[in-house]
């Protein structure tokens, strides 16, 4: 970091912090991906799956469910908050996949506000259900790692973390940094596993449902079983990244759970990305936080309002631009804390413009994964 | 793994037999209660005031449905900015010591900028946004539709802020110009209503007529009925769809924008940015309940969902101590209406290709 640009990077780049919520959030956009971009069925209600994961870890660690306890292994519960999301889906889908199109899309929201204003007064959760549950009964940070070995786990969180210091000689990491690795390895595997699921023939259907589903089931694929099975996939999934989520910032709210833009902000950066790509998201969601970030109100750490102040002198920033506004003053206005205006205006554009997102394009170009076409091009490149 | 499953669901509905009251016997005499003719009038009134809020803000959305199969998730946002445009004129003509009808007139010129204000900006969205997609599937118009709502919420919120007023709490001096007799409650045959309520239904009434007349009566409204047929088949006629599709959706944005000054005097509403999303999920709710695309399922959802809403606020206020019943019950409505006629009560299935 010392290299003549590294205000420019620090500047530019996101936080570490802010890079574990792009992992657990990306994987939740991912599971979106899943069932909306490969079956081309809308799930505008998806937060209800990822809530339900969230509250799920929440109330566990405080001690609310039977059988659950403060105790139970955090692995444990990002299994079965996977299963309870999935179960979830399961009624859901059951009755939503009756109908296709705008009313699939309308159903499953309508299915995620009811479970959201539910959530929301329900005294049961905490004692003020509006502003969610904070894991109180629970002082340790939740574990991931092998279940039944203590060495081989790691505890994640930003103040309940673990940190290491001198692994392997030289590796030191921050309670940050593990949490990073340690999220960073559960949502590998739930991508690796959606990736095997989404190359099978299984996933081979759910295109052909997207691309023209009365075809699909005229060659004797029942669709109805295929989208279930997949929105129930999917919402296991869902489920893992809200228990990922709370596991990590060990709060919930309702706005941050269930409620519906939650699910528009998966399905922003999923169409940024590129809908149909299951890693698209993920660059998505790294634009979107990065984006974020830099325009961000504090501008801790990094982003444009420090570098500005750190790299442009006075006399520019007190610049009368019109009618006494200064040059700082119209970015403070402008641009910080503002950059969902941006991040929609680069939305609209992509959809106008760029309708396969960011991976979906490159694919395009390159003809075909990155993975297969670019040591292709390399090649050709050397041999010249 | 399955036991805990289980012992899962069993929780919810446990807490919630605990929160309905214990006794049967409480439940008779609150029905008894519910029923007693002054309750249940009042109960109805408010639920036709809230039904008028409903199709208004619910109509343009189902016009642009009808006709272009656009499912606008820009149409809330564009309510709110009719609430502040209509409230922006409201604070400047009104003085204090305006009298009523002189306030009354202000209403009527707020709700005359605001529906030109956004029926210009909903022409002028629908030439440069939508009408590159029409030939796209469904889903790109909901997605444009939905980043249009991030930018024009963002966009309000940085002038909101500009002008040293809070985006997220109700602007209360728009709320400040509202003649003193809208607050005052009027009674007829032992049922009292506020002035308010009255006023909604008013307006709500006069929003049905018009468009109904629109449909029915005018050019426009034959190629509106028309295009929603086929609008091919229309346009081979020798009509300019195109710019059929134009006016509707200004028409569509500039209800919006009417509804949006309307909300902007009713305080359990007000002028915010989050307005925004709080009236794009009832639209939604009527406009699917009803069935996508047609005027008359609009309304009778709208008059469903009104009534619904205010018999369960009632139920909340008076018996069930759960604070999110209306709301919930409302949703439950959309669900409901879903599983048990997939096209809405008077939708057609082939509307827009969905």
């Known amino acids: 970091m010392n290299s003549g640009l590294s205000a420019e990077f620090t500047a530019l780049l996101p936080r570490i912090e802010t890079l574990v919520v792009v992992l657990f959030f990306a994987l939740f956009a991912m599971s979106f991906d899943f069932i909306s971009g490969y079956t081309g069925y809308l799930s505008f209600g998806h937060a209800a799956f990822y809530g339900t994961g969230a509250y799920l870890v929440a109330l566990a660690a405080n001690d609310k469910l039977p059988l659950l306890g403060p105790e139970t292994p955090f692995m444990l519960l990002l299994v079965l908050a996977g299963v309870a999301a999935a179960a979830l889906a399961l009624a859901i889908g059951s009755v939503s996949f009756r109908l296709s199109g705008v009313y699939f899309a309308m159903i499953t929201l309508g299915f995620s506000q009811v479970l959201y204003v539910f959530v929301r007064d329900w005294d049961f959760v905490s004692t003020a259900p509006r502003d969610g549950v904070a894991v109180t009964e629970k002082l340790e940070g939740f574990q991931i790692g092998v279940p039944g070995v203590d060495a081989l786990n790691v505890a994640i969180g930003q103040l309940t973390g673990d940190s290491v210091e001198g692994l392997l000689g030289f590796i030191t990491l921050s309670p940050t940094e593990v949490s990073f690795y340690a999220i960073g390895a559960v949502v590998l595997v739930c991508y690796l596993a959606m990736q095997r699921l989404v190359h099978s023939p299984f996933g081979r259907t759910l295109i052909a449902i997207r691309e023209n589903e009365e075809r699909a089931r005229a060659i004797g694929y029942n669709t109805y079983a295929y989208k279930l099975r997949a929105f129930v996939a999917s919402g296991f999934f869902a489920g893992v990244a809200g228990a990922l989520f709370v596991g990590f910032r060990r709060s919930v709210t309702p706005e941050n759970g269930f409620y519906f833009l939650v699910a528009g902000d998966a399905l922003l950066v999923s169409i940024i990305g590129g809908f149909g790509t299951l890693a698209g998201p993920l660059y998505g969601e790294l634009f979107d936080a990065g984006v974020r970030e830099f325009l961000s109100k504090e501008g801790g750490g990094g982003g444009l309002l420090p570098y500005l102040r750190a790299n442009v002198g006075d006399a520019t920033l007190a610049t009368d631009i019109y009618n006494g506004l200064t040059v700082a003053e119209a970015t403070d206005t402008f641009l910080n804390g503002h950059a969902a205006l941006y991040v929609g205006l680069l939305f609209v554009l992509f959809v106008l413009y760029v309708p396969n997102g960011l991976l979906g394009t490159a694919r395009d170009r390159m003809g075909g994964t990155l993975s297969k076409a670019v040591p292709r091009r390399l090649r050709r490149w050397f041999d010249g | ?354």
């Open chain 2, 1 to 354: 793994m399955s036991a805990a499953v289980s012992a899962l669901s069993a929780v919810p509905v446990l807490s919630v037999l605990s929160a309905l009251p214990a006794l049967p016997l409480q439940f008779a005499d609150a029905l008894f209660e519910f029923l007693a003719p002054s309750t249940l009038g009042e109960v109805i009134v408010r639920g036709l005031a809230e039904a008028s809020l409903y199709v208004m803000i619910a109509a343009g959305l189902t016009l642009v449905f009808g006709l272009m199969g656009v499912l606008n998730f820009a149409h809330g946002s564009l309510t709110m900015l009719g609430a502040y445009l209509g409230g922006l004129v409201l604070v400047i003509t009104v003085a204090q010591s305006t009298g009523g009808v002189g306030r009354l007139l202000a209403f009527g010129a707020a709700v005359v900028v605001a529906f030109g204000g956004l029926a210009a900006l909903g022409g002028a969205l629908e030439v440069g946004l939508v009408r590159p997609i029409y030939d796209r599937p469904p889903l790109y118009q909901i997605l444009l539709t939905f980043g249009v709502t991030l930018v024009l919420d963002e966009l309000a919120r940085i002038v909101v802020l500009f002008y040293g007023l809070q985006p997220t709490t109700v602007w209360q001096d728009v709320l400040g110009t509202k003649p003193a007799f809208l607050a005052d409650s009027i009674g007829v045959a032992g049922v009292s209503a506020s002035g308010l309520e009255l006023f909604h239904v008013l307006f709500g009434v006069a929003t049905v007529v018009g468009v109904h007349l629109f449909l029915t009566r005018t050019r426009y409204g034959l190629f509106v009925r028309a295009g929603s047929e086929d609008s091919e088949m229309l346009s081979a006629l020798g009509v300019d769809v195109n710019r059929v599709f134009t006016v509707v959706f200004a028409l569509g944005t500039g209800i919006a924008g009417a509804a949006g000054v309307l909300l902007a005097w009713d305080p359990a509403w007000g002028a915010s940015v989050p307005l925004g999303a709080e009236t794009l999920l009832p639209a939604f709710v009527v406009v699917i309940v009803g069935g996508l695309g047609t005027f008359r399922g609009t309304v009778v959802a709208a008059l469903i969902v009104g009534l619904v809403d205010s018999t369960m606020t009632w139920w909340f206020q008076n018996v069930v101590s759960f604070t999110g019943l209306p709301e919930m019950v409302v949703f439950l409505v959309l669900v409901i209406t879903l599983i048990v006629k997939p096209q809405g009560l008077y939708g057609v299935s082939e509307v827009g290709g969905h």
